[in-house]
């Protein structure tokens, strides 16, 4: 066995009556090591969980791209511009479809609220179906002869609707006078969804497009704005730089991230600062080692002493305790990862931490960890604990022999 750790391992297990104290100085930086190494990676997990959960949501209700115009004027010919974008690389769908704003009534509850038509035997482009929590996804004619809609849950609960009641329709272009009077159409709730964002959840409502074309008076081939989604989400600033040099006024490109900018921005500010805060813990930690090897290093004075006399190396005192402070960032990063390991497998198992959805989007804390971040937080724990234990262990290797020989007598 290598003698640096023959003599490191002897130090670290020692059970000494005299160095009770010592001992739990020593546990103490290990725990210290493994709550910090732990803190981090739940921080880590818990921030990931978030992003990875509100753009799930987002990327899955949104689609990947819109075109509009500058003005209130519709894209008159939106049959040639989807000609057109159906040629560009790593497109996947693209769709027409008519946006606007109307009064929803169910009973005697009246709620304003954004109308999406698209085709009912297509369906829009996002992955709404996923999120239907009552009936189903179907915009189709029902049995009551009524045509389908389907609606975010705060909405429908706004206007105490559940599924197969008559939800009627009110839009109107201009003021309201006896020779303008609103259009109205009945439809069917067929499904309810619920995403936990409330800009989703709100004032949100999905029709038939032939429907949304009579009550917004606008005939095909108009529509509000042209949707589109691409065959991968990493392919969308690629196909975004395209849109945007090819697309003249009077239109514009808009991708999901530009449109819901300030969600992202929340994502992102929760991702770089969150881990920051909670890695100073792992250096808090680390740098308590440096008190610790020291009260090692005076322990073992003498003992330092009668290495040096029978003509031990400087470099190998060194290492000695080197090692030791090693030891113990090595136990501590254990006990750490497995405690993060069972935070993640409990919260992901049964959700102990409840969120409030309204504020964070979501029922219960998410957690996604990752490998990438567990190998990192080992390597900088590792790092630190090794250059937190130089100093003491310099200390060591420098200690004269003559004076230190009887040392404690």
């Known amino acids: 066995m290598n003698f640096e750790w023959f003599i490191a391992k002897r130090y670290f297990r020692s059970s000494r009556k005299d160095a009770s104290f010592l001992s739990f100085i020593k546990f103490m930086a290990i725990a210290g ?12 997990s818990v921030v990931q969980g978030f992003k990875h959960v509100i753009e799930e949501k987002i990327l899955g209700f949104g689609t990947h791209f ?20 159906n040629t560009i690389p790593d497109i996947d769908r693209v769709q027409a479809v008519l946006y606007g704003q109307g009064m929803v009534q169910a009973g005697e509850q009246v709620e304003g609220t954004f109308l999406k038509g698209v085709p009912a035997d297509e369906g829009d482009l996002s992955d709404i179906r996923n999120y239907i929590t009552h009936g189903i996804y179907d915009l189709s004619v029902q049995a009551s002869g009524k045509s389908g809609i389907v609606m975010g849950e705060k909405l429908a609960r706004n206007l105490n609707a559940v599924v197969g009641q008559t939800i009627s329709i009110y839009t109107i272009q201009g ?104 890695g100073v813990l792992v250096i808090v930690a680390a740098f308590n080692l440096i008190g610790t090897i020291l009260m090692m290093v005076l322990e073992r004075v003498r003992d330092i002493g009668i290495l040096k006399t029978i003509g031990t190396p400087d470099h190998k005192i060194r290492n000695i305790f080197l090692l030791e402070g090693l030891l113990v960032g090595v136990i501590g990063l254990s006990m750490g990862l497995l405690l993060a390991a069972m935070f993640n497998f409990i919260q992901a198992e049964y959700a ?15 957690v996604y960890p990752r490998l990438r971040d567990f190998v990192t937080v080992s390597i900088i724990t590792i790092t630190l604990c090794l250059l937190a234990s130089w100093i003491p262990a310099r200390f060591a290797s420098r200690t004269n022999p003559l004076q230190v020989t009887n040392f404690g007598k």
């Open 352 to 366: 102990l931490i409840p969120l409030s959805e309204e504020n964070y989007y979501m029922a219960t804390a998410p």
């Open 175 to 278: 003021t309201p006078s006896p020779s303008n009077l609103p259009e109205i159409k009945q439809f069917e709730l067929t499904g309810v969804y619920q995403t936990g964002i409330d800009r989703f959840d709100d004032v949100f409502a999905l029709i038939d497009i032939q429907h949304a074309s009579d009550l917004f008076g606008l005939p095909p081939p108009a529509a509000t704005m042209i949707d589109i989604r691409v065959n991968s989400i990493e392919n969308i600033p690629s196909v975004r730089a395209i849109l945007a040099e090819k697309i003249d006024f009077p239109y514009f490109v808009q991708s999901i991230y530009q449109r819901y900018s300030n969600i992202f921005a929340w994502i992102n500010l929760q991702a770089q600062t969150i881990p920051l805060v909670i």
């Open 33 to 44: 090591v493994a709550v910090g190494s732990a803190g981090l990676l739940i921080a880590l």
């Open 66 to 85: 819109t075109i509009e115009t500058y003005s209130d004027m519709p894209v008159y010919r939106a049959d040639t511009l989807m000609a057109w974008v």
